[in-house]
């Protein structure tokens, strides 16, 4: 079967190198075929190690529908470990072998959806990001605390989205350019560096969840809307006017003031945004502006 | 039920920007969507956005890209179109404060990406589809555009006339996945669908877990076809372990690839000689697996891409994003380390038919973004062109589902007269889409019922359906037929292609096809039922890749991102024409539409492609 297709050079050049798979069989299939015929026994070295090493989860469970699950429990896994292998990973791997009713919130496995925060040894971490071969076994996954369990590790969000937009997290400058025009507003590449660790936010709650402030006063802006509202307040596009308006809406009585520097959702942030820095720099914007008003 | 002009299903960057236009336009807008849209998968994108703002650069030079680019299978208007508004677009989002990366002057800074003859992709770091994501949905709130997040959306709401040209569409069923109650959403001007892509079909994928093509099933069953689904490009650079994408914007700032005796094969081993690691993408994956099968990968499976030359505080300035990927998902520091990459399933070129307007052939059905085909990426999409086709098409499809005039289209969709019925003896018998029958379709027996009939007698057809599948409590479950569907397609529907094995993958999507009438959800309770969300998904997922192999198998050429080992060239005269599958009949039907290739002021002759 070589023969035929040799002869026939394709017609778009960019890549010489592929005629010379000399008709033979595509990489795959020529792994795929060592496989198949037992060449490489690799399944069953694989399932071999996996025996030899295997990562205790104690996941927590809730149903308020399931009678079983009606009264708060943990429940254990054993998963074969991998190299490389995350928390996520690992309950996914729980919930497709096990029990398909695990139910956990994920989806990108790359740590920008921010839908996977867990509370994992007692403390708040993204999943998808954390490396099971840091952790103490067994491996304790609960849901975030201080909020609402729907079920299993999901959590009710509705607070923490209702906070975010609180802050009115849009950009409030109205010039849009005119049909055809292309000018950009300007903006210099160290007003950018400013605000840039405050625009990595993905909402995954994590620092709300850790926070001893938020979890006494329901209404406190908490840690990730005060970021986003410095994300506005910070970025020069926007007039001063409205950074004003900005800063009053985080000088209010549930705002900025409550935070007392306690460093928890800094602490716990999966993107290393400094939370409490900013909490801090937009006390003292308020102060400044406070002091121009009287 | 629900009801509102514009029902947008999905809210990544494509289904926020139709919302945002709908509004724009007057249409009461809502968005349905699983994930909440924050969530959604724009947010991984990490490249940037291809748009000519520079003197120096045009739409006319960026349209010329891509369709070399497209290997002549894009469509000129769609992709003229896509080049022209592009750039307003792109400076639409930095007037919503989109924080682009910046030059000295405080104009935002542009880098060159695979592909094109200008440096033209407009980045915000490496994490550009995040800062897109998050800009739009700030516009869809400043809109008050009402959001139904963490709804799935189960199947659309047409018309049953036999002609599915005839057709309209009504609405969507969906459900609360928080309550598992189930309703129908009546939409009074159209549906959009912008489900994203259906990397799922495969088990090494750049994807979220959500990208489930169900958008592209849901379509499918109703009477849309299905185009040029075959074109799947693999990107080069995932990481082995997880599929997790590094970006090409590190090739873009001067990464390098290297195999396991340290040279840099796409230069030695002449792959690229004159783009080097910038060639378009199919061109530098299929290198990739060349160098592994000539025994040059490291361990036997990967290749090295370095970016250590660039230094520190350039790689921290612009890549900083990928320093976390490395470390985070492979215990790599890019800073001191090559990074291990391997091609990865990454994006479907094809998708639901559409014309330029976003309109499918079924009246008040439009589709945008990855899960639609206008079609501007053809047989291989260029790096940067995914992000501004989202904002473009997805800012008209929500204009002309707002009852916006935008004028005629010169792309034709649906079956008609056009186009060109295959009479290729299909060599293995496809298994029927749906995997009930009356299925899709919204009325039985032929009677065209009032919007309001239609609705409810779906609304009451997928309550029937999710009733059975929790009733039975035993059978096969979604995730050992999804892993099956997964591997099979990444065993023989990947880089390289046989016929022998697209057939072997034909046979295995037939028998999850046969597997799945025996599926059931094992958890009983109605709150988050992922157990059964997931069902759903395998389901479309299955049709999905059914379709995918399908148009691999009658492709008989090499073209963009579909090599095929017994036709290794580009068959002009044969294959300038794009791959329609539709259903009808509960069977999939091929035909083929022809590529247009003039454009506004010329024809776009297909010339050798060369890096
Ligand atoms: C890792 C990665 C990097 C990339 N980098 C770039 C880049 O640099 N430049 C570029 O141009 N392109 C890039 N791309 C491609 C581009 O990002 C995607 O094609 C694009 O973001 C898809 O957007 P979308 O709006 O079509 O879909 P998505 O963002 O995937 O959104 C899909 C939406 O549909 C919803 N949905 C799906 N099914 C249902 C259902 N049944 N019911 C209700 N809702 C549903 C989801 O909840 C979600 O909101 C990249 C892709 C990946 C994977
Ligand atoms: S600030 Fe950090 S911890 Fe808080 S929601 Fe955003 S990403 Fe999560
Ligand atoms: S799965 Fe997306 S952040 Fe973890």
Redesign the interface.
Known sequence: MSTQ?QQ??????????????K?A??????R?KDKESGMVDEHAEKEAEAADETVHLKVFRY????EA?QEPRFDDFHVPFE??M?VLDAVMYA???F???L?????????????DAFFVNGTQKLGC?T?ISELEQPVRIEPLPHQEV???L?VD?DHF?DQM?AVE???Q?E???E???????????EN?EK??MS??C??CAACMSSCNIAAGDNEYLGPAAINKAY??AM?D??SEDIKAHRLRILEQEHGVWRCQTQFSCTEVCPKDIPLTEHIQELKREAVKKNLKFW | MYEHDVIVVGAGGAGLRAAVAASEAGADTAIVTK??P????T??AEGGINAA?QEGDDWELHAYDTMKGS?YLGDAPAVETLAQDS??ET??L????M??????????SQRPFGGLSYPRTTYA?A?T???LL??MY??A??HGIQVYDEWYVMNLVTSDDTDPNDRECHGVVAYDV?SGQIEGFKANNGVVLATGGPGQAFDHTTN???CTGDGHAMAYRAGVPLEDMEFIQFHPTSLP?????ISEGVRGEGGILYNNDGERFMFE????NNSGEL??RD?VA??E??E??AGRGVEDEYVHLDMRHLGEERILDRLENIL??AE????VDGLVEPMPVKPGQHYAMGGIETDENGQTNINGLYAAGECACVSVHGGNRLGGNALPELIVFGKRAGRHAAGDDLGEPQIRTGYGDDVEDDDTDLPVQPGAAGIETSDGVAADGGVTADADGLLERAVERERTRVDGLMDKDSGV???EIR?KLQKAMT??V?????EE?IKKALKLIRECREEYQDVY???????????LQMTYETRNLIDVAETIALGALVRTE??GAH?R??????K?EEWLKHTLISWDDGEPNIFYRPVILEGQDKTYEPK????
């Open positions: 297709q026939q050079e394709p017609e778009s050049q960019e890549s010489p190198k592929d005629p010379e798979m008709g069989e595509s990489p795959q299939q020529r795929l149903d308020p529908e399931v699950k190299k490389g995350t919930r497709d072998e029990d398909s009713s139910t956990f919130r994920h989806s990108c496995r790359q740590a920008v959806c921010g839908s990001k490396q729907v079920k299993d999901v969000m989205y937009h997290p849009y950009f400058d010039d849009t350019p049909s055809d025009e292309l000018e950009e507003q300007r903006q210099t590449p950018r605000i840039k625009s990595r993905i909402w994300k506005f970025d596009r926007e | 994930l909440h924050v969530r959604s998968h947010g991984a703002l290997d750039p307003k400076m639409n930095e007037h919503w404060g924080p682009f990366s910046r030059e000295e002057d405080g104009t935002v770091g994490e589809g995040h800062h998050h800009t700030e516009q709130v400043k928080q979220a877990v959500s372990s997880t599929g997790v994408l081993h002449g792959y690229a060639a378009s061109v299929r290198a697996l060349d592994v099968d976390h990927l985070d998902f492979e215990g479950q979604h995730a892993s065993d023989y990947n880089v390289f292609r046989t094995g959800v094992d958890d009983p309770s109605r709150t988050f039922n992922t157990d090499f073209r090599w080992q017994e036709h290794q060239e580009r002009d050798v492609r060369s890096y």
